[in-house]
């Protein structure tokens, strides 16, 4: 007895600019994708409405209604893709309410249309986390609830880098590193990747000083007990802890608690360490 071939994802792409919109549906087309493209947010919304499509890729700026606008509708209709927000405008509002409205990804124009297509696979993933919760998403201050998932630890990631964008690039970076590493520190060891946990992550920007919190559902640590990482070592043997980690079958790593304290101008930890405060003083001329 022979089975059909599985049905393609059906992806919408809406951008108002014809070039970008031709690049993006043609690499998706090849890649297997079902793919409809539109030139404005009006039409786009009325595809959606009719057609089930598993994921959308809108441009801010369109005719009739901008990309956000159709993100805010769709969310409250029946066909809910996934959508990914594409802007050459990556400013902190836009930024802001592409989180709030629980947009997939927020990718900045131009990117290489192949970029589209490692988009799509990690969306389309069957495993894909559910949603980011927004507690905040004022612009000095974000909060936001997680999924213990090393895919939200990442997408957060790229959201949060972006409302950095006047930072210096060697600031902006670091930064980047540190955050990263204190998520996928929160969502592995304190969540245990179950993604029905939740990490939950505060970014407070302020003229003078970026701060990053993050709290994890464990039970906390003490640093004489990691033996699988570089900061429960001693200063002889810095180390050791790479036998740990091959022993206990973990990803290669564990320099990311001493790594993240270099780049840190403090970095404070409550009683039990299951809650981590990342500060980063900023002077006149990055704030």
């Known amino acids: ?12 792409v809406a951008d108002d600019d ?23 947010g009006g039409e786009a919304l009325r595809k959606i409405q009719k057609t089930n499509f598993a994921l959308a890729f809108l441009d801010i700026w369109m005719p009739e209604l901008t990309g956000l606008e159709v993100l805010a509708r769709v969310r409250a209709g029946k066909s809910r893709p996934k959508v990914i927000i594409m802007t050459s405008d990556g400013t902190p509002d836009n930024v802001l309410r592409a989180i709030r409205e629980q947009a997939y990804e927020y990718v900045s124009k131009p990117f290489p249309p192949k970029e589209a297509i490692e988009l799509a696979e990690r969306a389309l993933k069957q495993d894909a986390s559910p949603p980011i919760e927004v ?6 201050w974000v909060e936001l609830l997680i999924p213990c998932t090393r895919e939200a630890a990442e997408r957060i990631q790229s959201f949060l880098m972006k409302l ?12 980047g590193l540190a955050f ?20 939950r992550i505060a970014y407070v920007r302020s003229s003078r000083m970026l701060l990053y919190r993050v709290a994890d559902p464990g039970p906390g640590f003490s640093f004489k007990d990691l033996t699988h990482a570089a900061v429960g070592q001693p ?3 810095p180390v050791a802890h790479m036998a740990v980690r091959d022993q206990l079958g973990i990803r290669p790593g564990g320099f990311g608690i001493a790594m993240t304290r270099s780049m840190a ?11 981590v405060m990342f500060v980063k003083y900023l002077t006149a001329d990055t704030s």
């Open 180 to 199: 990263r590493e204190l998520v996928l520190n929160a969502v592995e060891w304190g969540g245990k990747l179950d993604p029905n946990r939740k990490v």
């Open 235 to 237: 200063a002889d043997d």
């Open 135 to 140: 507690i905040s998403a004022k612009p000095h």
């Open 18 to 40: 014809r070039p970008t919109r031709f690049a993006i549906s043609s690499i998706l087309k090849k890649a297997g994708y079902a793919v409809t493209a539109v030139g404005d």
């Open 1 to 12: 007895m022979s089975h059909a071939p599985p049905q393609p994802h059906r992806i919408l």
């Open 164 to 175: 950095e964008a006047d930072l210096p690039d060697d600031m902006r970076n670091t930064i």
């Open 265 to 275: 101008d403090e970095l404070i930890y409550n009683e039990a360490q299951n809650e």
